[in-house]
Structures are given as C-alpha cells and as structure tokens.
C-alpha cells in the first residue's frame, strides 16, 4: 500500500527564516510526486511535479527536490503570504493513476 | 480561463434530506474526481470517474452518488444515508500523461453542513 508522511505537522517561522518540509514516500514504483498549496477554505494549488530522483523545481522563494524515499519543499526567506498548509502526493506507476496525499504541514510565517 | 467550478460554495443540509454538489469543468480532461476533507485526515478519494458514462468507488463511497453523462460534469449526492457528512468537498480532474504529467487539478471546493 502506498503511503506519503509529512513532517513536521505544523511549522512557524519568521519572516525571513528559511527551513524546509519533508515528505517521506512508500510506493510501488513512482510515476509522479506533487506538491500543492491550500490556503484555508479553499482547494489545493498546484505547484510542482517530480517524476525521478535528483530532479529540482524551483518557484519564487519554493524548491522542491527529490530522492528515492522523500521529498523536500524548501522555502527561502519566507514572507507572511507563504502562510498555508502544503500537501504532498504520490502517484504510483502502473493502476488508476489516483495519488495517495499525505495530511499536509501548516506553514505559518509572522512577520 | 480553463479551470473546474464547483458550486454552491456553502450548502446546509437538513436532516434526511439528499443535496447536490455540482463541479464542472472546461480542461478537457477525460477523469475527475471527488474528495472528502475533514480537518487532521487529509484527503480522501470518495469516486473518481476515468471517462464519461463511467465511474467507480473509492475508499468512503457509502453515502454518496455521481453520475457522468457529460465529459464535463460530475455531480456529487451526499444521501441520507451519509450519517456524518458534514465536511469541505474538493472535485478535481486529471491532466493527461503526455506533457502535464497526470497531475490533478482542484477546484475551489464546497462546504457541507448539517443542521
């Protein structure tokens, strides 16, 4: 069974102060590893597909990387609007191409 | 600009009373989906549809109905019998593989309560 853990739950940051998220992964082969934004009462953003270790995508302060058991958001100089939880998928070769999400970090940056 | 419209954005539910969650979208993708998300349990697949005229169960079907008549459209029947269906409702649909990677898109989502 696939599975995606995220970590920490909750992170709170200063403006400025740069750290990263971790999504650990169990899947019977990747297709694809997706990260989403979702601020509050609303649906998850895209922001970033990863499809083999060693690949990087970069977004204003947000890259995303990829090794064969996890996957990193780093976050650089975060400002108060990065605030929101973000959520990790996988999607597993082969089957119905449905992706296993984890529960998400909640990201809350003060100024 | 494409994308996938849900609506109503809050609905209220009596007791015993069915409800219709719309979601439609204009991407031209052939599979959508609904999810469920209750605070602290993340996302959860409640039918998906691969094309039209087709559509399976996912992991909390009990409860719920959908039908896919349009590539368009898949309307989501929270029943009667969906005793705690109280939650935040996300339809979404997926990219096809070539170039956009089979990444699903989400809509804005719709809030169910009971009262």
């Known amino acids: 069974e696939d599975q995606v853990t995220q970590s920490p739950e909750a992170l709170r940051l200063q403006e400025g102060e740069s750290s990263s998220l971790n999504c650990s992964y169990t899947?019977?082969?990747?297709?694809?590893l997706f990260w989403y934004r979702q601020d509050p009462g609303k649906g998850p953003e895209f922001l970033f597909t990863l499809y083999s270790a060693g690949e990087e995508k970069e977004k204003e302060r947000l890259k995303a990387t990829l090794t064969k058991k996890e996957s990193f958001l780093h976050i650089t100089a975060p400002k108060p609007e990065d605030s929101a939880t973000y959520l990790c998928a996988v999607q597993a070769a082969g089957g119905s191409y449905i992706p296993t999400f984890g529960r998400g970090t909640s990201l809350i940056v003060h100024p | 600009d494409g994308g996938i419209t849900q609506s109503p954005k809050y609905l209220f539910r009596k007791e015993g009373q069915n409800v219709t969650l719309s979601c439609e979208q204009n991407?031209?993708?052939?599979?959508m989906y609904w999810y469920r998300q209750d605070p602290g349990q993340g996302l959860r697949l409640i039918y998906y549809?691969?094309?039209?005229?087709?559509?399976q169960k996912g992991d909390i079907a009990e409860g719920y109905s959908v039908s896919r008549e349009k590539k368009e459209s898949f309307p989501l029947t929270v029943t009667s019998a969906q005793k705690n269906p109280t939650a935040f409702y996300l339809c979404?649909?997926?990219?096809?593989?070539?170039?956009?990677?089979?990444?699903?898109?989400f809509g804005e989502g719709s809030w169910l309560t009971v009262v």
């Open positions: 979404a649909s997926r990219s096809p593989g070539d170039g956009a990677g089979n990444t699903i898109y």
């Open positions: 549809s691969q094309i039209v005229n087709d559509f």
């Open positions: 899947v019977s082969g990747l297709r694809g």
């Open positions: 991407l031209n993708h052939d599979a």
